[in-house]
């Protein structure tokens, strides 16, 4: 289980399990360190990292938490058998949940944030984490909604991936 300097414990419904999510201002361990290279953000980190780089995804985090504790409860299950997998938590937290709102809004600040984020993880995720970007989110900022979008805001890798 990851640590924190500072930690706020979500205690889910009836005690079944704890989420654990890093207080503001705490800090981060969200990556894996591999000796001499670059910390990769994979499955096990995802949830913190979301947590830490987009705060208008806690309130989501924290009722997946809540919606994980009710089910493993409900099925007398431990909480990693019904935990959200990585493709859920791009699509319905990163991609539904911030994301997609923040483009439709027109939230410019919200929005380069968003593409900061995914520019981060297309660099530091590990591979199933990018597929899953790739699959979840880059399909739908090379779509006609958003490609001039995604042509202001787009890094160095995302770019790569809208203009073969």
Known sequence: MQRYTTEIHVRCLRGRGDHIFPAPGAVRHHAKRIEGQVPIVAFD????????????????????????TEEAAELEVPL?????????LVSRVYWWGVFHPALERR???EVERCYAVLEDLLR??????VQCLEV??????????????????AGERLRARLIP
Do not use: C, M
Not at 52 to 60: I, K, M, S, V, Y
Not at 124 to 129: A, Q, R, T, V
Not at 139 to 146: G, K, Q, R, T
């Open 136 to 153: 979840r989110v880059v399909a739908w900022l090379a779509s006609a909604d958003w490609v001039s979008e995604s042509r202001v805001y």
């Open 124 to 129: 530091h995720g590990d591979e199933n984490l």
């Open 80 to 88: 990693k058998e019904v935990e959200a997998g990585t493709y859920e």
């Open 45 to 68: 980190s995802f949830r913190t990292y979301l947590w830490d780089h987009l705060p208008e995804a806690r309130g989501l985090l924290q009722t997946i938490a809540e919606e994980e």
């Open 107 to 109: 939230d410019e600040k």
